[in-house]
């Protein structure tokens, strides 16, 4: 073991003395995460919607205002003689409301009356949510009787505040991509400037340079998950929401498992450019499509969705948005903790294998 932390106080000596590699290491990934923690969001507000008033009664105009109340929409003057699809070609709304003649009159009846809803059907996302919020105005204003009414609750996340769905992934972007570009970038550098060969003829074993460099690269990763959950405490307004110990556990190993993906990277492949496209994709590509970060893995394709389950990141963001969220502990996370140890392994496993063909033997 001497060795082994001979080797490790010699990776972060060098990046100490790289004022780049500290900022690379511990304040971009803060920047990502306040960032992309902030920027995305699903929720749409003030959704421009022109409306078509053909019946410009009390009731029609009350029935506007109901839409005018929501947050989602805003209404846009429009002239009533005017074809509602040039409000698309336009670009003046996403959403056109087209109330008929005699709605108030079949409103006072008690009769059944149709409206007619026109969305844009550009960016297909934002049309289901149109669709949806529109669909709980008129329920709201039109209320039918049914024999079975559900009273909805939300739980964990009632407000449905989007930061608290992508704070937690883009932390995990940020774990997932900055120790393993380090690790990477060390490894194959000595690969290219050729100063590996001192360490094939010296006396340390590929086990030994291995985990000296792991261990060095997830001291790192450690120190920038601790600065980016002080910022998801802070800012974000999270907290624990149940045992910590499976979230501790299980972001020791995912350290351990990053930077095992960065050295190996850098083991098979000695060329920094090369290296950095390949952390690109897996540790970012990978965790930003097919880890359950920007929507659930349950909606990719099945013919790409095997792939997610060899996503090491996917079972972290698991892990971290149950114990700021859910707090299901070691029941419902024991397995996603098994997956990391093992993804982890394999990277080690393989990465050592790369390194004791080419050492030589003393």
Same mark, same amino acid.
């Given at each position: ?21 500290? !900022? ?50 805003? *209404? !846009? ?170 979230? *501790? ?15 190996? !990277? ?70 996603? !903790? ?25």
């Amino acid at each position: 073991m001497r060795r082994v932390f001979a080797q490790m106080r010699k990776e972060l000596t060098q990046i100490g003395r790289d004022r780049l590699a500290l !900022v690379l290491a511990l304040v971009l990934p803060l920047c990502l995460l306040m960032l992309l923690g902030s920027a995305v969001s699903l929720t749409v507000t003030g959704l421009p919607v022109v409306v078509q008033d053909l019946d410009d009664t009390p009731a029609s105009r009350d029935f506007i205002d109901a839409f005018r109340a929501s947050l989602t929409f805003h *209404i !846009v003057a429009w002239p009533s003689g005017r074809q509602p699809a040039d409000a698309f070609l336009t670009n003046t709304a996403r959403a056109v409301l087209v109330i008929p003649e005699h709605f108030g009159r079949d409103m006072a009846r008690g009769m059944n009356t149709e409206v007619q809803l026109l969305v844009d059907g550009t960016d297909a996302n934002t049309a289901k949510l149109v669709q949806g919020y529109a669909s709980q105005v008129v329920s709201n204003y039109l209320p039918a009787p049914a024999p079975v009414k559900a009273d909805i609750r939300l739980w964990f996340n009632p407000g449905r505040d989007a930061k608290k769905f992508y704070a937690p992934g883009s932390f995990v972007m940020g774990l997932s991509m900055f120790p393993a570009l380090l690790a990477a970038l060390a490894m194959s550098k000595e690969g290219e400037q050729k100063t590996i060969l001192q360490v094939y003829v010296s006396s340390i074993s590929a086990h030994e340079f291995l985990l000296g460099k792991i261990l060095a690269f997830a001291l790192i990763a450690m120190a920038e998950w601790f600065l980016s959950l002080i910022v998801l405490l802070t800012y974000f307004g999270l907290h624990f929401a149940g045992d910590p110990s499976v979230f *501790i556990v299980a972001t020791i190993l995912y350290a351990l498992c990053v930077a095992a993906f960065g050295s190996l !990277v850098g083991a098979a492949i000695p060329s920094q450019a090369a290296a950095i496209q390949v952390i690109a994709l897996g540790g970012f590509l990978l965790t930003f499509l097919l880890s359950g970060l920007i929507f659930p893995v349950e909606n990719i394709p099945a013919s790409l969705r095997w792939i997610s389950g060899l996503v090491w990141s996917r079972y972290y963001i698991e892990i971290v948005r149950d114990a700021l969220l859910r707090g299901g502990g070691w029941p419902a996370m024991w397995f996603n !903790v098994v997956m990391i140890a093992l993804i982890g392994g394999v990277f080690y496993a393989l990465g050592w294998k790369k390194l004791r063909r080419m050492q030589l033997s003393v």
